[in-house]
Every structure is written in C-alpha cells, then in structure tokens.
C-alpha cells in the first residue's frame, strides 16, 4: 500500500501554462517535503511544509499543505522548460520515524 | 564539489558477481540511506544508518549488505548481482532523518 499517492502521474503542457500536481494520504504527517529530479541527477529538495494550510512560494512554483495535514499540492504559473522533471513528495506519518516518498509526478513543459 | 558524492556513477556487470557501490559525504550528518529507484515503483529504502556501528533494514534489503565504515562514508554492496537488481541506486544523507540530500546515482545494470 502507498503511503502517499501522487496524481497525475505524468503531465505534458506547453510554456508558459500554469499546472497542478497533488499528494495525497490517509494519514496525517507532521510535515511533508518537495523534491524535484531531472533525469539522470538525484533528487533535489525544494521545500518542507510544516504547518496545517501553509502556503509557501519558490519564485513561480507554489506549495501548499493542507488543513489536516494529510495532503499537499505544488502549482506552477507560467512553466517553464526548466520546470521539466520529476516531483516527488515525501514525508513522515505522525507516529512513525521512516521517511515515506510518493512515486512521483513526471513534468515535461514542451518549448 | 557535490557534497554527496557515490562512486561509480555507471557500472554494467554479470550475473553472480560481487558489486561494491561506495558514498561519501561532506555534510557532517549522521544519517545515511541507500535507496533504488526503478520506473514506475518509485523510491525504496534498502538499508540506513544513523551513526557509525548502526546499521538498519529498509523494506528492500533481500541481496544487498551495506557497511558504515566512519561517518562520512556508507557503502552498500550486492553479494552476488542478479540481473532484477539492475537499478538506478541513490545515496542520501540527513540531519534529523525529515530532510534528505541525495548523490547523482549509480547506475547499475547486471547482464
């Protein structure tokens, strides 16, 4: 069973359209971090969200963590080429002390 | 230089033989984690460490043995390669086990 479940998998739009990519659970984390990885590189963390309902904001792409603290979701305006790789989501369950990650959302933003 | 550096970055191998798989890091962090990455399964956990002498299974550990030889360094190794261990393999450091810094990967192919 997935702890978190990325949807959609893999999204292709053109530059300059704006995009959605969600993490979901069924159990609530005490934070929950974004990482991005462009093929053929390790993941690279972009942020951790901590609190219930905190938005935070890295230059165009937008993080939100929800109000139970048992989803989150990463918008992005006006995408880029170089937005082009793969998000995953990670976290650790309230009562656990392992590191749990989502499979992924695959990004590719067409020139 | 990267701080997270895994040595080698490629390799292609046979069936039965022994693989060594080496990581470095410069962090100073106590934590550290092999994971695997295959399409379409995602990120899973092979073995972590939390200090030098301890050593932990991940949900993945069938095949593979890894050793923290000081506090910097975690290599993981695969006794005897089977071609279903062909994989992108990561090693990944932390400082309190929430936030992770992963190398660039070592791709393995077992023929």
């Known amino acids: 069973t997935q702890l978190l479940e990325q949807s959609p998998q893999f999204l292709s739009i053109q530059e300059g359209e704006n995009l959605t990519v969600y993490c979901n659970s069924s159990?609530?984390?005490?934070?929950l971090q974004w990482y991005r990885q462009e093929p053929g590189e390790g993941p690279v963390l972009l942020v951790t969200?901590?609190?219930?309902?905190e938005v935070k904001k890295l230059k165009r792409l937008t993080f939100q963590f929800g109000d139970a603290r048992k989803d989150s979701s990463l918008h992005i305006t006006a995408a880029q080429p170089g937005d082009t790789g793969l998000y995953l989501c990670a976290g650790v369950p309230d009562g656990n002390n392992r590191l749990a990650f989502g499979k992924g959302n695959q990004v590719v933003v067409i020139p | 230089d990267a701080d997270v550096t895994q040595t080698p970055r490629n390799r292609i191998t046979k069936t039965g033989k022994r693989i060594m798989l080496e990581c470095s890091q410069t962090?100073?962090?106590?934590?550290m984690y092999w994971y695997r990455q295959d399409p379409g399964l995602g990120l899973r956990l092979i073995y972590y460490s939390f200090d030098v002498k301890d050593i932990n299974k991940g949900e993945i550990s069938d095949g593979y043995s890894v050793s923290r030889q000081a506090q910097a360094k975690f290599s993981l190794s695969l006794e005897s390669a089977i071609p279903n261990q062909t994989a992108l393999y990561f090693c990944?450091?932390?400082?309190?086990?929430?936030?992770?810094?992963f190398g660039e990967g070592s791709r393995l192919t077992v023929l």
């Open positions: 159990s609530v984390f005490s934070s």
């Open positions: 962090k100073g962090h106590d934590r």
């Open positions: 990944a450091t932390s400082d309190q086990g929430r936030e992770l810094f």
């Open positions: 969200v901590v609190t219930g309902g």
